[in-house]
């Protein structure tokens, strides 16, 4: 990809009345456009950070056993008022009535509609257990939008459910989430912090809460200054429970949340399947969910510095920026144009920065919108037979042969698959 054919609108200034990092380095890096309060357009870098996201939660749900499946964004009220949620979501549930006058909303969530699909089809023991899982839009009418796209108005959620015969699968099928989860964080770059959790709205007995220390946080975690303990924050609980000394009580942010639903919905709904006992019994679900986009958000304010983002590698847009000092010189540009199709030929994402601007330019919005590495092609370097690649991580540059650039990938591309 070339950026002079590419829309990445950078900004050198932090847009008006964004607080947080990641709102801010978000905007500037062209990640997103602003609507409205709580409303946001994800512009062509932004999707492919959702892309790879999206993927790393794809492969870890489908490798545990999940299903992927889309639900409608448009639900129809009655089902909600079946389960009472009508009056327990109702702060944030964007209500309306169709032309036929039907009531409707947009979902805030989706275990009303997962229920009344299973009740459908699942009829039998023989069925379960079955885990669904889709990543779709979410709706609901924040009163105070904060953050960007940490808390908004619309916004992307992984909402996965699972149905089992009894508390003995549902604790299984939690136990194998939980894993899933873990991986997924992992290899987004988070180090998370787990916590025993209130189930609210949602229901059930079980809850866990999966965070990252973050300033903009709305939750509290604690944190032990003599030992590796992180849990959950008690008010007045100032001792760590491993070793008994200090902790300190840090923001964070959510990321995710799984729930042990038992029957709350499935009871309520007649979500029942025959038993090896000849009777109809209602299936024991869980719940989990993980904010999608608000992992970026996430990213950004656990990767960044005063200079812009510093994307983990495999949460990054693009694998390698190629950027030449001097796009009036045709042997930069011939360089450019090969590692670009070699390294694309192995597999890697690339962005060449082809635009005619200043060195500092180019090397500031290489910084605002932080790919790991950028391989830089000036003619002194060529005149040595050498590149230079910047890591954006801020370890010392490499300075690699002009020839030796595609066995570095490959080799690093070889690590990465191995």
Known sequence: MYW????????????????AASHQLSIRAGLVNMLTAGVYSYLPLGLRVLDRIQTIIREEMNAAGAQEVLLPCLHPLDIWEKTGRVETMKDVM?????????????????????THLAQQYVQSYRQLPMTL????????DELRPRFGIVRACEFIMKDAYSFDCDTAGLEKNYAVMYQAYQKIFERCGLDVVIVEADSGAMGGSVSHEFMVESRIGEDAVAVCSACDFRGAFREGA??????????????????????Q???????????CYLGEDGKRHPMVMGCYGIGVSRLIAALIETFHDENGIIWPRETAPFDVEILPLSVGDEDSMNWARRYHDELQEIGMTVLVD?????????????????????????????????????????????????EEVLAFFRQRVGRDHG
Request: proline share 6%; aromatic share 6%; net charge neutral.
């Open 354 to 402: 082809d635009r005619d601007e200043t060195a500092g330019r180019k090397f500031n919005d290489a910084d605002l919108i932080g790919l790991p590495e950028c391989l830089v092609i000036g003619k002194r370097n060529l005149v040595q037979g050498q590149v230079e690649l910047k890591h954006r991580n801020g370890e010392e540059p490499t300075m690699l042969a002009t």
């Open 4 to 19: 002079s054919n590419y829309f990445i609108p950078t900004l050198k200034e932090a847009p008006a009345g964004a607080e």
């Open 238 to 259: 100032g001792a760590c429970p491993k070793c008994g000394k200090p902790v300190e009580r840090r923001a964070a942010l959510e990321i995710g949340h799984i729930f």
């Open 261 to 271: 639903l038992g029957t709350k919905y499935s009871a309520t709904l007649e979500a």
């Open 133 to 140: 899982y889709q990543i779709q839009t979410k709706f609901r």
């Open 94 to 114: 964007i209500r309306f009535k169709d032309q036929k006058g039907r009531e409707m909303c947009l979902g805030p969530t989706h275990e009303e509609i997962i």
